[in-house]
Structures are given as structure tokens and as C-alpha cells.
């Protein structure tokens, strides 16, 4: 890691930390919930992205979940890999469904490098997913590359994705 980079991520270690911090004193004064609390956290989580494997997922709706990755990263980590899980149950119990996978990165590096590393990325889910018994028919994916959306750098986390849709077979 360069000094620049090891200096942001170094940031963004302190901002969680000082979110988490105000959350949890915030939580002090009252009755929160469970489900309150997971909320903040996964907010907490996508808001400033990770400093290791993919940090969180987020779920636009029940047949979509968005693997975030960290900056140049392409592992899965527990919370991923759990959101992932439940995508193959939902396979098992609908066997006319399909996975479509798209990898994207954000802006930084080349435009070859950007492609490689959705590529990467995109194999990653792949793999973890016929390891849980997904069989590699049911499963499209294309790799995208960087989305120039010049996203401020905070935002960037959301490009550094794996979209992973459920689709009927004929999608």
C-alpha cells in the first residue's frame, strides 16, 4: 500500500470508528433494537466501505444483493458470503431461477486493469457460489470493468461491486 493510500484507509479506519462510537453512545440513552442497531451498522458499513474483503452487502430488493468490495480487493467476507448463501436457497427452492452476475470496480487504475480486477471479483462470487452447490449452468456473469461516474472518492465503495440478480431462465 502507498503512503496516500495507506494514509486514506487509515481515515476511513478512524471514521468508522468514530460513527460506531457515536452510535453506540447514542444507544446508551435509549431501548434500541437488535435490527435498529444492524441497520446502523450495515449503513456504517456501505457509507464508508471496508479496509479488507468485501465489507457488506447491500440488498436493493429481495432478488438482488450487491457484494461491496474493498479498494483493489476481490475476497468475500463473512457477511457476503451469508447474504450469498441465502441467494442459493432461494435457487433450491425455485429451479427455473438463474444468477446474473456483473462485476464493476470504481475509477482508480486503468481501464485494463479496472476490467481484470471486475473479472476477478465476479469469480470470486462464482466460485463460492458453485462451491455451496449452485450448479455453474445456472450462473451468467459479465465483467464491466470501472463506472465513471466521478463519484467522490467516499462514494466510490458502491462501484466496487458484484451485482448478483436472480433472473428467470429466460432473462
Not at 51 to 56: D, E, I, R, S, T
Not at 129 to 157: C, F, N, W, Y
Request: glycine residues 6%.
Amino acid at each position: 500500500m502507498h503512503g496516500l493510500e495507506q494514509e486514506d484507509a487509515m481515515q476511513q479506519v478512524f471514521r468508522v470508528g468514530v460513527l460506531v462510537s457515536a452510535l453506540l453512545i447514542g444507544m446508551a440513552g435509549c431501548t434500541a433494537t437488535k435490527d435498529w442497531f444492524r441497520n446502523k451498522a450495515d449503513w456504517v458499513r456501505n457509507k464508508w466501505g471496508g479496509h479488507g474483503a468485501a465489507n457488506a452487502t447491500a440488498q436493493n430488493s429481495a432478488n438482488t444483493v450487491h457484494v461491496i468490495f474493498a479498494s483493489d480487493r476481490w475476497d468475500l467476507d463473512r457477511v457476503a458470503q451469508a447474504d450469498l448463501v441465502r441467494l442459493t436457497r432461494k435457487l433450491r427452492e425455485n429451479p427455473s431461477l438463474r444468477l446474473r452476475l456483473e462485476g464493476y470496480t470504481d475509477s482508480a487504475g486503468s481501464p485494463d486493469y479496472n476490467l481484470q480486477l471486475s473479472h476477478k471479483r465476479v469469480d470470486a462470487v462464482r466460485r463460492f457460489l458453485v462451491e455451496k452447490g449452485v450448479e455453474p449452468t445456472r450462473i451468467r456473469s459479465v465483467s464491466v470493468g470501472e463506472l465513471r461516474d466521478h463519484a467522490k472518492p467516499a462514494e466510490q465503495a458502491r462501484n466496487r461491486r458484484v451485482t448478483v440478480k436472480l433472473v428467470s431462465a429466460s432473462d
